[in-house]
């Protein structure tokens, strides 16, 4: 999914489905700015530790299906969870 997005160094990414937040730490690492939305909790949560370590705490816990509307726009959308409709097209 990385090699697909392409990412910039002066990107501004929105992730939907952070996991445990192995994808959010990779993307952090190449891009300017990483936003990442996890509906579950627990996940979220457990990224939210592990990418404090990395200066990352762009994790928020909720239903991405209509992104983050107060980061927006962004460059570029990673989607790694399923949802049963997207509001952000």
């Known amino acids: 999914m990385t090699d697909l997005l392409d990412p910039q160094p002066t990107d501004h990414v929105l992730e939907v ?6 994808q959010t ?3 952090a690492r190449l ?3 990483v936003w990442s939305v996890e509906v579950v909790e627990e996940f979220a949560e457990s990224a939210r530790e592990r990418l404090k370590r990395l200066a ?3 994790v928020k816990i909720g239903d991405g299906s209509g992104g983050w509307a107060e ?3 962004y460059d570029k959308v990673l989607v ?3 949802a049963k409709e997207s509001r952000l097209l």
């Open 17 to 22: 489905g952070t996991g445990l937040g192995y």
């Open 25 to 27: 730490a990779t993307l």
């Open 31 to 33: 891009v300017a700015q």
């Open 56 to 58: 990352v705490e762009n």
């Open 71 to 73: 980061h927006a726009p």
């Open 80 to 82: 790694a969870a399923g």
